[in-house]
């Protein structure tokens, strides 16, 4: 059965610290994983990675993917208050999506 | 705003009616997918168009749960003779086809539609 295992499942952190984010996954016929942030509203598109050990970057966010091991990794370096959110992973096969679970961020001033 | 739009935003009913929630996508964008959260949860993917044709439905749609597109455009679901097991988010996204490789493009997703059954 295809499955997208993300963890921790929530985390507490203060300002200033960096965090990192698990995402490994199980599925058939994989084309992309998938990281999005989602606050109080639908999940906004952070990074799409199709390819093992090319870094994603967008500012103080990265993403990695390896896919012998099948896991990602997202890292967010000098968190802030606004990165409090829920981060999603999600892998594509042919035509499905499979999110995970999420992992909830709480980061304190 | 050009962005995916859902509406109702919000939907109370009552055990055993039908709803039905639509989604505009993206004008450009061929691809349309529907989802289901509940709290806690990340999304939980029900069924895919690909323009009008309806390519993927999730084991999770029972038969109470029909999604049509008819023009390639907006779609609908619905859901007849709601349970309270249906209460949830429901979410629309929308994307591009996927390059040569195979790997799909970002979807963009509605606000969804919260339906909560009585």
């Known amino acids: 059965e295809d499955k997208v295992v993300q963890s921790p499942l929530s985390l507490v952190v203060h300002e200033g610290d960096t965090v990192t984010l698990n995402c490994s996954y199980e599925?058939?016929?994989?084309?992309?994983l998938l990281w999005y942030k989602q606050e109080k509203k639908a999940p906004t598109f952070l990074f799409m990675l199709?390819?093992?050990?090319i870094e994603k970057k967008s500012g103080r966010l990265s993403s990695i993917l390896d896919k012998k091991e099948l896991f990602s990794i997202l890292n967010i370096t000098a968190t802030q208050t606004g990165d409090s959110a829920v981060y999603l992973c999600?892998?594509?096969?042919?035509?499905?999506?499979?999110f995970g679970s999420g992992t909830k961020l709480n980061v304190k001033p | 705003d050009t962005g995916v739009s859902q509406n109702p935003r919000h939907k109370i009913t009552k055990r055993g009616q039908n709803v039905t929630f639509r989604c505009d996508p993206i004008?450009?964008?061929?691809?349309l997918y529907w989802y289901r959260q509940t709290l806690g949860q990340g999304p939980e993917f029900l069924t895919y168009?690909?323009?009008?044709?309806?390519?993927?439905k999730s084991r999770l749609l029972s038969d109470r749960f029909s999604a049509e597109r008819p023009k390639g455009s907006f779609s609908t679901l619905e859901i007849q003779r709601t349970e309270q097991g249906d209460s949830a988010m429901y979410l629309c996204?929308?994307?591009?086809?996927?390059?040569?490789?195979?790997?799909?493009?970002?979807?963009?997703f509605g606000p969804g539609t919260r339906l909560t059954v009585l």
């Open positions: 996204a929308s994307s591009l086809s996927g390059g040569g490789g195979g790997a799909y493009n970002e979807q963009f």
């Open positions: 599925v058939t016929n994989f084309r992309s």
């Open positions: 199709t390819s093992s050990g």
């Open positions: 999600a892998v594509t096969t042919f035509n499905k999506f499979y």
């Open positions: 004008s450009e964008h061929n691809r």
């Open positions: 168009f690909q323009n009008e044709a309806q390519l993927e």
